[in-house]
């Protein structure tokens, strides 16, 4: 019964990545997620349901079109599989527990944010509220803990936007994005104020080492992605409600 759900879990998180990643092509491009079906972004043929299978297609087709040959961006197959792996991981470590399930919200918002940060420089505030909206549902059920979680997702919030507010008068720009403001606020929501702090560090350094293999040139840097991966960490390692 156990392998059963572990393989159940394996499929649903493929089918759930790939809509996850489609959810982070669309709505930057504020295209409707129910039409039109897939297609090819270089030919703009539609793409058949068969070519369309999470993961497998990709493999099968070795990365590229199947009517144009050209490359099909690896981002969608990347999430696909991350979406898999961690609805398994998180099951054998929790089961069908609350903390599984808050871990689902969060790997499904980074689903959809690894896209859109990525590729768009954007996080995409429909996505936040349904978290947000999500987690006040699951942490009603951490009784002793609701209060604190809520009350920690408002703190993170205003002290990371504080932080933003003098970020932006000391450089004169804009030092952090304003979606990243609202996806910590939803960590601390989800994790609780020290693990989320925990997290935060976790995920500056993430950012750095991508900065530095990816040889980023561009000023702005998506990190609303590790943002996410750092809770994900903490909350895989380090239960929230053992640092209460």
Known sequence: MEIFIIVFLAFLGMIFGSFYACMGYRIPNKIPLTK??????????????????PVFSFLFLKGRCAYCNSKIDPLSFVVEIITSFLFIVFYIKYGFTVTFFISIVLISVLGVTMVSDFRYYYVSDRVVILGL????????FEK?????KIISGLILFALIFLIKIIGDKIFKKESLGGGDIKL??????ALGFYPSLISLIISCSMTLVYYFL???E???????PFLLLGALIVLYFIPSFNLF
């Open 218 to 224: 561009e000023k702005e840097i998506p990190f609303g």
């Open 184 to 189: 910590l606020g939803l960590i601390g929501l």
């Open 36 to 53: 039109p079906n897939s297609y090819c972004e270089n030919c703009k043929k539609e793409i058949k349901w068969y070519m369309n299978i």
């Open 144 to 148: 002793d803990f609701m209060f604190y």
């Open 214 to 216: 990816s040889k980023q």
């Open 133 to 140: 909206i999500s987690l006040i549902v699951l942490v009603y």
